[in-house]
């Protein structure tokens, strides 16, 4: 069997894995999507919660959106086309919700905002969880401080669009996520994500989730705000294929319903050998693609070998997580180590090191092998050659491909 691993924007990696050994490539489930506009459209002018967003904006004098930065696949563009055509678009402000993201390039500011960015530039502010300035909204049950930017505490009318997606540790993107870290501080982010070291912090799990709890209880000191959302999820070609506006928890947790129909994946068998790939925006480094490994070892079998595959365009994304990785070749010391404690980036080495535990991390990335070795990691030069190498260490390993890792959820039937 030939399969093509997506590598990178366009790139592909042509792997041949014999049909003995072959279990299949899964990908999140086809669906059938609409016109983006009319989708979009129908779910604007029906909302959750509110008469219509005309009688929602209607007097609102300090308008904000709150859209994601471009490692998300979210259609922010397509959405403004459709608003364009029921609102003027220069009447709000766009906040970019970051969490502790660098700023966009010029080439991200025009995925996000597709033709209006020439129009709207002059009314986007990129958060900077560091720099901005942020207000204290009090402490949540967890202890978590919840500072978020006033931009955001200060407007009288706050839009959300964003998009639904299963996630590692908070149980599903979309929704309050926008919030908090979206556009919350670097110590509130810090506080938060510690939380993901729990064991029910983990994808698709909302109750018992202390990450979520905590971000619903950032809304709740708000709850007085008025907020409209236009929550989508996306098929596996990033098309539109459902859309849901209005109040916000009633738009989450109607998307989550349709998230779990595309992205929660059966498969026949767990596998030897699971190559799992960061799909492009979200394989911008290593610190992002490790939601490929975390999704992918839901489909492995104790000590067998998860290949990610992902072109880390822009390096390791986050020194703190590498150096804990590096802290020594045994992944029970790692984590031993970052019990010690946290700063921001420990949860995705604990979530890696955890994996290294049972099961061996293999990988095809950009970056210089030597980073990948002291992170107890092994590089691959290509998909073919991980592959060729764990069937040589075991010929009769069962291979399962996962092309969309960072956000499809293989569940044993």
Request: some cysteine.
């Amino acid at each position: 069997m030939i399969v093509d691993v997506k590598y990178g924007k366009d790139g592909v990696q042509k792997t041949s894995i014999p049909d003995p050994n072959y279990i299949g490539t899964f990908y999140p489930k086809d669906v059938v999507c609409g016109d983006p506009d009319e989708v979009i459209g129908s779910s604007i002018d029906n909302p959750l919660g509110y008469s219509s967003m005309e009688e929602f904006l209607e007097g609102g004098e300090d308008v904000v959106f709150i859209v994601n930065d471009g490692t998300r696949p979210t259609p922010t563009a397509k959405v403004l086309d459709a608003l364009s055509k029921r609102m003027d678009l220069r009447s709000a402000r766009y906040l970019i919700a970051t969490g502790t993201h660098r700023d966009m390039t010029r080439e991200e500011y025009d995925m996000v905002f597709g033709s209006h960015y020439e129009e709207l530039k002059d009314r986007i502010i990129c958060h900077d969880a560091k720099k901005s300035e942020c207000v204290n909204l009090g402490t949540s049950k967890n202890g978590t401080p919840m500072e978020v930017n006033k931009i955001a505490v200060d407007a009288d009318r706050l839009v959300i669009i964003t998009s639904v997606e299963p996630h590692y540790f908070a149980g599903y993107t979309g929704g309050r996520k926008s919030f908090l870290p979206g556009v919350a501080s670097y110590r509130t982010v810090e506080a938060n994500h510690k939380l993901a070291m729990s064991e029910a912090a983990q994808s698709l799990a909302l109750d018992g989730n202390p990450v979520h709890e905590d971000m619903m209880d950032a809304l709740e000191v708000i709850k007085g705000k008025r907020i409209f959302s236009i929550q989508m999820v996306l098929d596996r070609h990033q098309n539109i294929f459902k859309a849901a506006s209005g109040d916000l928890n009633e738009a989450f947790h109607k998307a989550i319903g349709w998230a779990n129909e595309v992205f929660s994946v059966p498969i026949p068998e767990k596998a030897d050998v699971v190559v799992s790939v960061a799909p492009y925006p979200m394989d911008v480094d290593l610190y992002q693609s490790q939601k490929a490994l975390d999704n992918g070892k839901w489909a492995l079998k104790e000590n067998g070998k998860i290949i990610m595959v992902s072109k880390c365009r822009e390096g390791t994304g986050s020194d703190t997580f590498l150096k804990q990785l590096s802290t020594s070749s045994d992944p029970f010391e790692v984590l031993e180590n970052l019990k010690a404690e946290y700063k921001l980036g420990y949860h995705k080495a604990a979530k890696m090191a955890e994996i290294a535990t049972w099961a061996s991390i293999w990988a095809v990335t950009d970056l210089e092998p030597s980073l990948l070795e002291g992170a107890n990691i092994r590089p691959f030069p290509s998909v073919q050659a991980a592959v060729d190498e764990a069937l040589r260490e075991n010929p009769s390993s069962r291979v399962m491909v996962l092309m969309d890792g960072s956000v499809t959820i293989p569940r044993l039937e």
